[in-house]
């Protein structure tokens, strides 16, 4: 549990780090930073909610 909880903590930091990047403006600038945010969201889902490898043995 408190695997998920720094793995949680840890998305949500880097979303609002790349918020403060600061870029000249441009249309396309933002919608890079918006992606960059998108991706490290979806990876942060991804690793609160995969399941743990269980060993076959």
Do not use: H, R
């Amino acid at each position: 549990m408190s695997t998920k909880l720094i793995v949680g903590s840890l998305g949500l930091t880097s979303t609002q780090v790349v918020q403060t990047v600061p870029t000249d403006g441009t249309p396309t600038s933002e919608i890079i930073k918006i992606v960059v945010q998108l991706v490290i969201g979806i990876a942060t889902l991804v690793g609160l909610f995969k399941k743990p490898k269980t060993p076959k043995n």
